[in-house]
């Protein structure tokens, strides 16, 4: 059944946050609807203000690997932002050393230091023998065969299953090319034998902005709010007719849309009938939560 009173738009983006920010302002004006349930946009990029401090609601730091994000952001921001330097340690059997792991094992006990060593060489020419790697293959097979039985159990394998809270057996690898630095032999035996000066990953410097923390970025892309609800949740979809129900009352007809809220929520707790099976569903619900603690501390600086 087609409601005659619906509110016809081309795309309905569902989220407010900063994915569902992106795709509404990289689409045309007029094209798109927004619907976010919380009073402000950003999602978990929004910040809050007591007692004279700026908290972000989780940690948030602008590491851009684009050109196009990069001058998109700057722009956004008009300049108002540091440029911050990475300093990461690791602290692992009572010693702190430098990130990554992989490539900075120097101080740490010999024996360990023995066992990541011995355990990339391995796996490195084993590597160079033309050993080729299963397409389908999870997070512990995938870190053993790229850096050695040693760095993995020492660190990349009891690291991630504490982040994730899962068995390493059950992680994919798809967000590990960004996310994982990768090392050659040199920085592994430099890293083992002296303290490495050479930075890795994608994330060696980061931006963040000058005044009122990470949510002054979801503004920016949220300056103009027409066909924007706020304080407003997903009922129900009708997907066969592309119809989505809102709290507010009003029914939307749309022809595209962009689903930005958690899976969980999405296809559970509003009790969406979708095309997915039961088992996809299940495999949905499969995340993890984290709790953020804000500290403040009244000092210029720290």
């Given at each position: 059944m087609i409601h005659k009173n619906a509110l016809k738009i081309p795309v309905l983006i569902l989220g407010g946050g900063l994915a569902g920010l992106s795709a509404r302002y990289h689409l045309r004006k007029g094209m798109s609807l927004l619907v976010e349930r919380e009073k402000g946009v950003g999602g978990t990029a929004r910040s809050f203000f007591?007692?004279?401090?700026?908290?972000?609601?989780?940690?948030?730091?602008?590491?851009?690997?684009?050109?196009?994000?990069?001058?998109?952001?700057?722009?956004?921001?008009?300049?108002?932002?540091?440029?911050?330097?990475?300093?990461?340690?690791?602290?692992?059997?009572?010693?702190?050393?430098?990130?990554?792991?992989?490539?900075?094992?120097?101080?740490?006990?010999?024996?360990?230091?023995?066992?990541?060593?011995?355990?990339?060489?391995?796996?490195?020419?084993?590597?160079?023998?033309?050993?080729?790697?299963?397409?389908?293959?999870?997070?512990?097979?995938?870190?053993?065969?790229?850096?050695?039985?040693?760095?993995?159990?020492?660190?990349?394998?009891?690291?991630?299953?504490?982040?994730?809270?899962?068995?390493?057996?059950?992680?994919?690898?798809?967000?590990c090319g960004s996310f994982v630095p990768k090392v050659n032999l040199e920085d592994v035996i430099k890293g083992a034998l002296e303290s490495n000066e050479k930075q890795f990953g994608y994330n060696a410097s980061f931006l963040y902005p000058k005044k009122g923390g990470i949510e002054v970025l979801a503004k920016a892309l949220c300056k103009n709010q027409h066909q924007v609800r706020?304080?407003?949740?997903?009922?129900?979809?009708?997907?066969?007719?592309?119809?989505?129900?809102?709290?507010?009352?009003?029914?939307?007809?749309?022809?595209?849309?962009?689903?930005?809220?958690?899976?969980?929520?999405?296809?559970?707790?509003?009790?969406?009938?979708?095309p997915f099976s039961s088992e996809d569903q299940r495999k949905s619900e499969a995340c993890g939560c984290h709790v953020y603690q804000h500290w403040g501390q009244k000092k210029k600086y720290i």
């Open positions: 007591l007692d004279g401090f700026t908290f972000d609601f989780t940690g948030h730091l602008l590491h851009l690997h684009y050109p196009y994000t990069k001058k998109l952001i700057t722009q956004l921001l008009k300049g108002k932002f540091f440029r911050c330097a990475r300093n990461t340690a690791i602290f692992s059997k009572g010693i702190y050393t430098d990130y990554p792991y992989q490539a900075n094992t120097f101080g740490l006990p010999e024996e360990t230091v023995n066992d990541c060593m011995m355990g990339f060489l391995k796996q490195y020419f084993r590597n160079q023998s033309g050993h080729k790697f299963p397409r389908d293959i999870n997070f512990r097979e995938w870190s053993i065969r790229i850096f050695g039985r040693g760095i993995s159990e020492q660190f990349m394998i009891p690291y991630n299953e504490k982040l994730y809270q899962v068995s390493a057996s059950t992680l994919t690898t798809d967000w706020q304080e407003v949740s997903l009922l129900k979809l009708d997907w066969k007719n592309r119809l989505a129900y809102l709290s507010n009352g009003e029914i939307v007809k749309y022809r595209r849309l962009i689903n930005t809220i958690p899976l969980p929520s999405f296809l559970g707790k509003n009790k969406i009938v979708t």
